[in-house]
């Protein structure tokens, strides 16, 4: 079963940027998809992007292009870049299979917005 390891969050101001890493203990070729997600206080969590293997990528709605979804094949990385951060983008960020699967939710990495 594939081990996922999220990295990266942190505060930042409204308007900065912070970039997610995302370490799989499998080839993400081999895995074929992999997603970023995110859970707010209150909420339900929710798909942010994915990305599978040829390169193709979905983008929730509320991303409006301010974040970029890529991986690093080589080292079985993937990453999200986040920009033009608002305070709505408060959350923990998981990593997991695109779709996901129950068995791979890791602990996920808490992205902070705020002045």
């Known amino acids: 079963q594939v081990r996922l390891i999220e990295s990266g969050g942190g505060l930042v101001q409204p308007g900065g940027s912070l970039r997610l890493s995302c370490a799989a203990s499998?080839?993400?070729?081999?895995?074929?998809?992999m997603g970023w997600y995110r859970q707010a206080p209150g909420k339900q969590r929710e798909v942010v992007a994915g990305?599978?293997?040829?390169?193709?990528?979905f983008y929730s709605d509320f991303v409006q292009g301010r974040f970029t979804i890529s991986t690093d094949n080589a080292n079985n990385t993937m990453f999200l870049q986040m920009n033009s951060l608002k305070p709505e983008d408060t959350a923990v960020y998981y990593c997991?299979?695109?779709?996901?699967?129950?068995?791979?939710w890791g602990q996920g990495t808490q992205v902070t917005v705020s002045s």
């Open positions: 990305i599978r293997v040829g390169g193709s990528r």
């Open positions: 499998e080839s993400i070729v081999i895995i074929g998809g």
């Open positions: 997991n299979l695109f779709p996901p699967r129950t068995a791979n």
